[in-house]
């Protein structure tokens, strides 16, 4: 993992998720600017995915369990889609807070997965 | 849409897919170290996976609780969540030799900021205020015209 750009995956997690939380809890349906703010989430997990294909290949090994690693790569980036999926549904104040706990929910595993790049058996 | 099921509302969702992240991470982590290092700690781990069975089946019961049957089932994981996590927990604290590595329900949930402690007892409110429609209910036209 790139350190820089997985600061950049929870900033927009989190404060995404917050916004997400915050406009759900007063009272706002899903719109663009929360479905956006977990599409623009879903694109830099994205981009993860490929760098975490490549940087092994470039001389940027993970430190700890590949396999952990992958586990929470595929979940964390199925997790927008279901959310936004699931939380349109039924468009209600509650959609966008389940819009932003899941992307709360990303950043916390967002985190984990730089630990286990860089930290985790070193 | 039936009039037997009570429709899955607003907060009722937000449980729905809390449970489900939860279900989420519990299973990858437990696949994980069950996969790589069972040996380890194999009681820690194997707490682990019945911790992931219990999030999945809960998460299923939630959503569809509004059958009699699924209610049940939901009493029932959720239950034994919360028997779950309190047990565990205290266990961990008294033999922590036992859980070398962080599971869900190690140390009370402490590394799932303490949400596996919280979730069942908003879990079981849930359910409570929130029962199936009986069959006898059913009957009444009032359930069909009012019921959520």
Known sequence: MILWFAYVQVAVAALGGLLCVILGLAGRRPSDLTVGALALLELLLIAQIVIGIVAPLAGNPPTGSLLEYWVYAVSVTLLPPAAVFWALIERSRWSTVILGIAALAAAVMVWRMEVIWTIQGA | ?148
């Open chain 2, 1 to 148: 849409m039936s009039s037997t099921r009570r429709r899955m509302t607003g907060i009722g969702r937000v449980l729905v897919v809390v449970y489900a992240i939860l279900a989420l991470g519990a299973s990858g982590r437990s696949f994980v170290q069950i996969v790589e290092r069972f040996d380890q700690a194999p009681l820690a781990f194997t707490l682990s996976a019945v911790s992931a069975v219990v999030y999945i089946l809960a998460t299923f019961a939630l959503v569809f609780a509004g059958s009699r049957v699924w209610y049940r089932i939901a009493w029932v994981t959720i239950s034994f969540e919360l028997l779950g996590v309190l047990a565990v927990g205290t266990l961990s604290l008294i033999e922590p030799t036992w859980f070398p590595e962080a599971t869900v329900w190690s140390f009370y949930g402490i590394g799932y900021l303490f949400v596996p402690l919280v979730l069942p007892f908003f879990g079981l409110w849930w359910l409570i205020t929130h029962p199936p429609i009986t069959a006898g209910q059913d009957a009444a036209p009032e359930a069909v015209v009012t019921g959520r």
